[in-house]
């Protein structure tokens, strides 16, 4: 495992269990959709948070990690460590044309 993977994955666990918390306490099963508390993560984000550090740590396990899911290209040690369950590169992420 290289340095990066080491490093991103104990930062992915780390997240995965602040992130487990946040959803325990949040989930979708306490509050009906329209009894959105203001201060709350809102549920989804949170559910779909894990599932992006899940699925991070599933291509640190396969060794596929730091590779972009779009062109192959590298991510970038930057870029890994600012966002470790980042999947796509900062060319293929940035597709979105700036609206303001
Ligand atoms: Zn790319």
Redesign the pocket.
Known sequence: MSRIETEARSLLLTRREALQRAHDIHGPARYAPEEVIPEAVPAPSVASEIAEVEAALGRIAQGSYGS??????P?GLQRLRAIPEAR??????GHRPADD
């Not at 972009?68 to 290209?73: F, L, Y």
């Not at 796509?88 to 992420?93: P, V």
């Open positions: 972009c899911s779009s062109c192959g290209g991510l796509f590169c900062l060319g293929c992420s």
